[in-house]
């Protein structure tokens, strides 16, 4: 003879488990919806488990909670989940299916959540892919020419701030370092804007220099910068002049 089913007739999906959470009976209707499982746990998705072992481990009573389960064909199904609350085992649970509008709309949010999640991953990647091409963008800004006997050409161009100098001011260094530079030509003609900070970081690039015994000649300062750029407390051998052209001459390096 069969073993007798506590939820004979009954026409919701309904459980019956141990202490481990595993089922020991289920109705028909739970049957046919969800299939079945051994473990209890195996039929919600993610997160739901622990607001389910949490409830059906709870020794007081409760109001209902909602839980996504699947069905048979892998549908996220959400219930009103209910059980007797004693602390006792076995214990009795029922899940009451919501209303398919109710579900639809369920859906649709976990939907959105995902495209949402989805889109803050693009935009991190996004974002994190401009900064590399904004930095890019800072160093092209301000080229290393060597033109050799110990002469290295700055040129800056656009905006002279903060962010600029820090992102140049490695490069400009090392290559100072490695190539033995004992001067270095900084051409601001087509450099536009200057902003405090950037004058401060400047300053402290023209320092760094001076520590590593590497001479400065700024040259192409046009008079909106005259001002800014007369206040650097910069080493004794900094030299400003008028053009780039002309040291260039002067040294030798064009005709």
């Known amino acids: 003879m069969a073993p007798t089913s506590p939820f004979d007739g009954w026409p919701l999906p309904a459980f019956q488990l ?22 209890f746990v195996e039929l919600l998705d993610s997160g739901s488990v622990a607001k389910a072992e949490k409830y059906l481990r709870s020794s007081r009573p409760a109001a209902p909670v ?12 959400l219930c009103d989940f209910h059980c007797k609350q004693t602390g006792e085992f076995p214990l009795i649970a029922v899940a009451v299916p919501k209303d398919e509008r109710v579900m639809k709309i369920s859906r649709q949010l976990a939907d959105l959540r995902k495209r949402l999640n989805d ?8 974002k994190e892919e401009t900064e590399k091409l904004l930095q890019r963008v800072r160093q092209l800004s301000a080229p290393i020419i060597e033109l050799g006997d110990g002469h290295l050409l700055i040129p800056f161009f656009g905006d002279l701030d903060s962010a600029k100098i820090e992102s140049i001011s490695a490069p400009i ?29 400047l300053n402290s690039l023209l320092q760094t220099f001076k520590v590593m015994g590497t001479g400065n000649i700024i040259t192409g300062v046009k ?27 002067e040294r030798r390096f064009v005709n």
Not at 235 to 241: G, I, V, Y
């Open 223 to 249: 008079p909106e910068h005259a001002k800014q750029l007369h206040s650097l407390k910069s080493a004794t051998d900094l030299r400003f002049e008028a053009s780039l052209s002309a040291v260039l001459s």
């Open 173 to 201: 260094l090392s290559a100072a370092y490695e190539k033995h530079a004992e001067m270095v030509i900084l051409d601001m003609t087509a450099m536009d804007h200057i902003n405090e900070d950037g004058m401060d970081y």
């Open 18 to 39: 141990n202490s481990k959470l595993e089922i020991i009976h289920s109705s028909e209707a739970a049957q046919s919806m969800f299939g079945n499982p051994a473990s």
């Open 119 to 126: 889109t803050n991953y693009d935009l991190l990647l996004e």
């Open 66 to 77: 909602e839980l996504n389960f699947f069905d048979l064909d892998g549908e996220v199904k």
